[in-house]
């Protein structure tokens, strides 16, 4: 493939083309060893990514795999896997956006047990469909996200002390709602099949294929746009090897769930659980909302340098109180997948480690504490380390301590590279 190089604009004899104002090098196309020559500086300058978390997540699959070949990498175990990371993915994608403004959330995790109750109760006592029950326990994620993002962004009370008040007074909440020692089973079919249920195979493969083509056709027209224009852009061929990667992973993942997983050789028991593209799908609305839209460069904005986006026209509190209003609509679909997954709603819902394993996952996955770097699949990567942890050591059978000493090592490893990323980024000027 050819490569096109614009003409420079200032030039020294025997050093490097200096860059002219004209932003001539926006226009330049790349090719793939330029491509890898630049993304190898990134990692040099510290901006990892995800790739400790992928690496992690690889090391803790061949480690499981080694110490219990006959269960670990099972169909039944891996797609119980992917329905145990769900409500922690869920909350952590939430967290994500918390998180790129430096901010924290600590009552994320009780908050989904606070709505998961008023859906319960709603159910059961009024005796609502799910539509409407599951709306109320949006409505009340979406206030308890606005309280919070009202004494956060506009009173100028730290989020740490708002967020802990509630962690303390939303248990309050679901106990009353509930009762001590109290619990509300769930029967609607249709929330009980969010977690429980499996897709039909041609619903899945339809499901995957759609994601697939809509994917590589946004990837494509992105770039022939970017090339119409003249502007900068990826190769070609990493363009295309990257939705090869995508369809392989999307593809090959609906098979593997589609084979059947059931102990009885007379009943069939596959397809994909009605989790997983729920979880899909809050990943590219959540995705092309950061990626995408104004609003998404304003909370990277925001997150990066708060002055100075307050003096570029960013309305900065407008910002600090939306994230948290989205992070508790989010943690209201963790609840109601948690609740899926148990049939009932306990007053101790989303209390205990969920916040833990929460913010865990999305910094193991990638996200920065600091704040300006991180994606939303950095909580969906993370949720997966955290239930192949939880998943592996009960597969061994393993005290539950084990579980806390290697999830913390984890976030501790996590913590630590973000650190030192964050200086090598600051020492190399990005």
């Not at 904005?301 to 989010?330: D, K, P, Q, T």
Request: charged share 10%; glycine share 12%.
């Amino acid at each position: 493939m050819s490569t096109e190089t614009p003409e420079p604009v200032d030039t020294v004899p025997g050093t490097a083309t200096v860059a002219g104002s004209d932003f001539s090098n926006d226009t330049r196309t790349q090719s793939v060893s330029e491509a890898i020559r630049d993304y190898g500086v990134t990692l040099r300058s510290g901006d990892l990514g995800a790739l400790p978390a992928l690496f992690g997540l690889l090391a803790l699959v061949i480690l499981f795999w080694v110490l219990s070949p006959d269960l670990f990498l099972s169909k039944a175990n891996i797609a119980n896997l992917l329905v145990q990371a769900l409500p922690v993915s869920i909350l952590a994608m939430g967290l994500v956006f918390v998180l790129l403004l430096g901010e924290i959330d600590l009552s994320a995790g009780v908050a989904s047990g606070a709505c998961a109750a008023v859906m319960g109760r709603l159910l059961v006592d009024a005796g609502w469909g799910w539509e409407i029950s599951v709306l109320f326990a949006v409505i009340v994620g979406v206030a308890i996200g606005a309280f919070i993002g009202i004494l956060v962004a506009f009173m100028r009370i730290p989020s740490f002390v708002v967020t802990l008040a509630l962690f303390l007074g939303l248990q309050g909440i679901a106990l009353r709602l509930i009762g001590e020692g109290g619990t509300v089973p769930i029967h609607d079919k249709f929330i009980i099949a969010l977690a429980n249920e499996q897709m039909p195979i041609w619903l899945g493969w339809t499901c995957a294929g759609a994601t697939t083509a809509g994917y590589a056709i946004v990837q494509l027209l992105r770039w022939q746009r970017q090339n119409a224009r003249k502007l900068a852009r990826r190769p070609f061929p990493l363009v295309v090897g990257q939705i090869i990667f995508v369809a392989v992973m999307i593809l090959g993942g609906t098979y593997f769930l589609s084979l059947d997983r059931a102990a009885n050789p007379n009943v069939f028991f596959g397809g994909v659980p009605w989790g997983v593209p729920l979880v899909g799908a809050l990943l590219i609305i959540c995705s092309f909302v950061l990626g995408r839209t104004k609003y998404g460069r304003h909370i990277y904005a925001v997150g990066g340098n708060s002055e100075a986006a307050r003096r570029a026209g960013i309305r900065v509190g407008s910002v600090r109180m939306s994230v948290f209003m989205i992070c508790s609509v989010l943690a209201a679909f963790s609840g109601i997948i948690a609740a899926s997954r148990l049939n009932s709603v306990t007053p101790d819902a989303g209390a205990g480690n969920t916040l833990l394993y929460a913010v865990g996952a999305a910094v193991i996955g990638g996200t920065s504490l600091f704040g300006g770097r991180g994606k939303i699949r950095d909580g969906i990567l993370g949720g997966v380390v955290i239930a192949t942890i939880i998943n592996g050591l009960l597969l061994l059978h393993k005290p539950a301590y084990w579980n806390y000493i290697i999830t913390g090592g984890f976030l501790l490893f996590a913590a630590s590279i973000d650190a030192l990323a964050r200086r090598r980024r600051s020492a190399s000027g990005r």
